[in-house]
């Protein structure tokens, strides 16, 4: 089992960027999917990113396509989200998650870390 550990958070403007980053403890983190998830005061924690376990395929939430980004580096054990353009509206507290398979469903997900609060100015 892996343990996660979110970092990168913090204040940002809209329309500039912000790079979060996911870093895993365990030898077994290149086995995992990977993905990123937010959740906003008062509102349920939604999807945002997947990426396969070797990196080659990824898939977004719509609302983040073309925007965000999600890769991985499985000798650094680390994933991590580049934000481009974030909107106000998308102040949240940003996940990692790990599981076995694709999924956009956060009960597929069997490890988090704490999270890490990202707040977008206007």
């Known amino acids: 089992q892996v343990q996660l550990v979110e970092s990168g958070g913090g204040l940002v403007q809209a329309g500039g960027s912000l790079r979060l980053s996911c870093t895993a403890s365990g030898r077994t983190f290149n086995s995992y999917m990977m993905a990123w998830f937010r959740q906003a005061p008062g509102k349920e924690r939604e999807f945002a990113a997947w990426?396969?376990?070797?990196?080659?395929?990824?898939y977004y939430a719509v609302s983040v396509k073309g925007r965000f980004t999600i890769s991985r580096d499985n000798a650094k054990n680390t994933v991590y989200l580049q934000m481009n353009s974030p909107k106000p509206e998308e102040t949240a507290v940003y996940y990692c998650a790990a599981g076995p398979r694709f999924a956009t469903t956060s009960s597929e997900y069997h490890t988090w870390g704490q999270g890490t609060q990202v707040t977008v100015s206007s």
């Open positions: 990426i396969s376990w070797s990196g080659g395929s990824t």
